[in-house]
């Protein structure tokens, strides 16, 4: 069970696959069409095309490792703390020395005032849960990351 978006870069076509024993994909299928409504042809096909060359996503971990080590690079030069990042193209960072606001207040802050998103850590939790950790995307165009206004904080 996966997902195309994340593990191919096409995180906005939201499709998902399962690959399982005849036993388990009929139970899956019995549930699929309450949890999926459709996904559309056009992107289906255009999955299928897109796996029919794999150099294209056997590129993929070369790919986000240079996103990976330029974003950190950047972020080296401000007042964030980064935590370690592998396996994903999300960096966690500690921004204690920047703000003591709580995540999500820090987040709307940083969204509103210096038109950077980060996501906070504490939505991910059931319970109130606070760890002065925020989550940056660094899968985009490196002039979407905005790091010259990270680094002013």
């Given at each position: 069970?996966?997902?195309?978006?994340?593990?191919?870069?096409?995180?906005?076509?939201?499709?998902?696959?399962?690959?399982?024993?005849?036993?388990?994909?009929?139970?899956?299928?019995?549930?699929?069409?309450?949890?999926?409504?459709?996904?559309?042809?056009?992107?289906?096909?255009?999955?299928?095309?897109?796996?029919?060359?794999?150099?294209?996503?056997?590129?993929?971990?070369?790919?986000?490792?240079?996103?990976?080590?330029?974003?950190?690079?950047?972020?080296?030069?401000?007042r964030f703390s980064l935590l370690p990042s592998e396996g994903t193209y999300f960096q966690c960072?500690?921004?204690?020395?920047?703000?003591?606001?709580?995540?999500?207040?820090?987040?709307?802050?940083?969204?509103?005032?210096?038109?950077?998103?980060?996501?906070?850590?504490?939505?991910?939790?059931?319970?109130?849960?606070?760890?002065?950790?925020?989550?940056?995307?660094?899968?985009?165009?490196?002039?979407?990351?905005?790091?010259?206004?990270?680094?002013?904080?």
């Open positions: 069970m996966s997902s195309f978006g994340k593990t191919f870069h096409v995180t906005g076509w939201k499709i998902g696959y399962v690959a399982a024993p005849a036993a388990l994909s009929a139970e899956f299928r019995k549930v699929h069409q309450f949890n999926v409504f459709t996904v559309n042809t056009s992107m289906q096909i255009g999955l299928a095309h897109y796996l029919d060359d794999p150099k294209p996503y056997l590129d993929l971990p070369a790919f986000y490792q240079k996103k990976r080590d330029f974003f950190r690079e950047g972020l080296a030069k401000t960072v500690d921004y204690s020395k920047i703000s003591d606001m709580p995540e999500a207040e820090f987040s709307k802050w940083l969204t509103s005032e210096i038109g950077v998103a980060a996501i906070p850590v504490s939505a991910f939790y059931h319970e109130n849960h606070e760890s002065g950790v925020m989550r940056f995307c660094f899968a985009k165009k490196e002039e979407t990351l905005a790091l010259e206004r990270l680094t002013k904080l």
